[in-house]
T-cell receptor, first 114, second 115 residues
């Protein structure tokens, strides 16, 4: 069952901020929000994750609402190389848990327009 | 930076051949995973390992085996390749924090075609 909902596709102009939303209304208290992306024919690339506080790294920022039912991934200055499918997942990974696996939904196909 | 490498980006094999896919990570991660990714089916876990010489079946282990003789290396073996094993194979690794596994980092993938 999909635990997250994302728009199917989005466009963003090069140089602008890309804001990718994700709904996860059934998230549990110990589940993290993770974002990955996958450029065509390449392996998924980890972007960022968070529990309840906003997070920022060299790639992106993650804004999580106070009720944790939704989040937004922000790519501050999108480039053509950011064109990819972006996956939002929720995950709690207990050691030796057979459910410790990554399951992607359909994700959001982000097109960066020149 | 975490680096997960896979032995081949593209591989073409014939039905019945034995196929070895190798994965190496350089972050001293305890946990390693093999997935396959197919259009419309998403990521599916084949096998995983939480320690050297340990292995656990994932959701679709049939037709595959694995080997983890060294911490940094996790091999996927197709004993007798079949056309329905044509797929993108992805290796991932993660560390451990207490009772939890950390972020999974993926390799670049191996696109295997079985003729």
């Amino acid at each position: 069952d999909a635990k997250t909902t994302q728009p199917t596709s989005m466009d963003c102009a090069e140089g602008r901020a890309a804001n990718l939303p994700c709904n996860h209304s059934t998230i549990s208290g110990n589940e993290y929000v993770y974002w990955y992306r996958q450029i065509h024919s390449q392996g998924p690339q980890y972007i960022i994750h968070g529990l309840k506080n906003n997070e920022t790294n060299e790639m992106a920022s993650l804004i999580i609402t106070e009720d944790r039912k939704s989040s937004t991934l922000i790519l501050p200055h999108a480039t053509l190389r950011d064109t990819a499918v972006y996956y939002c997942i929720v995950r709690v990974a207990l050691l030796m848990n057979r459910d410790d696996k990554i399951i992607f939904g359909k994700g959001t196909r982000l097109h960066i327009l020149p | 930076d975490v680096k997960v490498t896979q032995s081949s980006r593209y591989l073409v094999k014939r039905t019945g051949e034995k196929v070895f896919l190798e994965c190496v990570q350089d972050m001293d991660h305890e946990n390693m995973f093999w997935y396959r990714q197919d259009p419309g089916l998403g990521l599916r876990l084949i096998y995983f390992s939480y320690d050297v010489k340990m292995k656990e079946k994932g959701d679709i282990p049939e037709g595959y085996s694995v080997s983890r003789e060294k911490k940094e290396r996790f091999s996927l073996i197709l004993e007798s390749a079949s056309t329905n094993q044509t797929s993108m194979y992805l290796c991932a690794s993660s560390g451990t924090s207490g009772r939890y596994t950390d972020t999974q980092y993926f390799g670049p993938g191996t696109r295997l075609t079985v003729l």
